[in-house]
């Protein structure tokens, strides 16, 4: 696990103005049978759906809206590759936060998406309001909060592949989301609800999280989950570990990571062999219909309960690795959104993430996450270039 750093202190507070009102709109292994032990205990949380389909998926809906729940902040990149925190000369200001993320870049590929969290009542706040209208996000599930700050988070890419991050965030806005704010109209319209683990951390956000993947779920929408882990935001790597499974079996879909920086499934399985697959399906459960292990430039590892396999990632020089796994959400989700058919026929689930990894390859080119989301006409054209 990346040697992590944090920090945290409050930034303040701002008073109450009539700005807080503002609202904007390779290769293939098959398996011909997919069991998954139950090694590894998780604690759960229990939601109950009441639209499935014959299939055991959720009824499709007409809409093809992602919701993204959690954290939308301010990222601090290094303009200077390959070195600590400490020893960068500069930083650039970059809108971030991993739920956010994905729903710019479902919107960039032509997709519909909404995003639902806190903000402080602060200039960073209208900055990224600002750009999540500009990339025609619906935000009517915004909420500001004049008392607290919006996070900020400065990131970096070390020379030894390993992550570091500094958080200011105590608290930060979007842990104060109370489950009164949510927008629940909004939520059972998707499709598609989409969050991580970090608003799991502290309340009320925990429980607002709670309440909209439930309502969710009763309304039948699918629901995505990236753990998205953040050590230093957690007490501790016990509590973080039971967290993020706490929610675990609830999940269609899950996307872990197996990089340096968010080694996610070694973690989660505590130090297992996060590329042994008989490893990864312990992590599996009957609830979930598709689990996604990244592997940064070597693509990814897919598993269901009727097949897997690997498809292979895009070669790229990359510049800043901040919200490759975040794009690569973003493409699989734009496409199941369109049809969850997907998830039934590997041929085209395969063609999915293939999109999908070009997506995270292209983000990669270039510092900041949002900044450098990509369109869809940029992901074929890549496409294109590597099959060529």
Same mark, same amino acid.
């Given at each position: ?21 503002? /609202? ?10 997919? /069991?998954?032990?139950?090694? =590894? ?28 729940? *959690? ?13 600590? &925190? ?36 602060? $200039? ?14 619906? /935000? ?38 109370? $489950? ?16 991580? /683990? ?22 039948? =929408? =699918? ?19 039971? *967290? ?17 920086? $968010? ?26 219909? &598709? ?14 309960? $009727? ?76 496409? &294109?270039?590597?099959?060529?």
């Amino acid at each position: 696990m990346a040697a992590l750093h944090s920090t945290a202190f409050r930034l303040g507070s701002v008073a109450l103005s009539s700005r807080q009102e503002l /609202s904007f709109r390779g290769g293939n292994v098959k398996a011909s049978a997919f /069991s998954c032990p139950s090694s =590894v205990s998780i604690p759960r949380l229990s939601f109950q759906s009441k639209a499935l389909g014959g299939d055991g998926l959720p009824e499709t809906k007409d809409s093809s809206l992602v919701v993204c729940f *959690g954290e939308m902040l301010i990222d601090f990149v290094p303009t200077i590759s390959g070195l600590s &925190l400490a020893d960068a000369p500069a930083f650039k200001k970059a809108p971030g936060g991993a739920p956010a993320n994905v729903a710019v870049g479902i919107a960039r590929l032509g997709g519909s998406s909404a995003f639902i969290g806190k903000v402080g009542e602060d $200039e960073f706040a209208y900055m990224l309001a600002e750009i999540l209208k500009e990339n025609n996000v619906n /935000s009517e599930g915004i909420r500001f909060d004049p008392g607290a700050r919006t996070a900020i988070a400065f990131v970096t890419l070390r020379s030894d592949g390993e992550r570091e991050f500094m958080f200011y965030r105590n608290p930060s806005a979007d842990m104060l989301l109370q $489950e009164a704010e949510l927008d629940l109209d909004l939520i059972r319209k998707a499709k598609i609800f989409h969050y991580g /683990s970090i608003s799991l951390i502290t309340e009320p956000c925990k429980s607002a999280h709670i309440a909209a993947a439930k309502a969710a779920k009763d309304a039948g =929408v =699918v629901l995505s989950y990236d753990p998205n882990l953040r050590l230093p935001l957690w007490p501790s790597a016990e509590s973080a570990r039971e *967290g993020i499974l706490s929610i675990w079996d609830t999940a269609d879909i899950i996307k872990g990571s197996t990089l340096i920086s $968010e080694e996610e499934i070694s973690f989660l399985t505590k130090g297992e062999d996060p590329y042994d697959d008989a490893v990864v399906r312990k992590l599996c459960h009957p609830n979930h219909k &598709l689990l996604l292990v990244t592997e940064g430039p070597e693509g990814c590892r897919y598993y269901t309960k $009727e097949f897997n396999g690997r498809v292979k990632g895009l070669k790229v020089d990359a510049v800043d690795t901040t919200g490759a796994g975040d794009a690569f959400v973003a493409g699989i989700l734009s496409q199941l959104a369109k049809d969850l058919s997907l998830l039934q026929n590997e041929d085209r689930l395969r063609e999915a993430l293939m999109f999908a990894n070009a997506c995270g390859a292209l983000t990669v080119k270039e510092r900041g996450a949002i900044s450098a989301l990509p369109t869809r006409e940029a992901v074929h054209n890549a496409i &294109l270039h590597s099959v060529g």
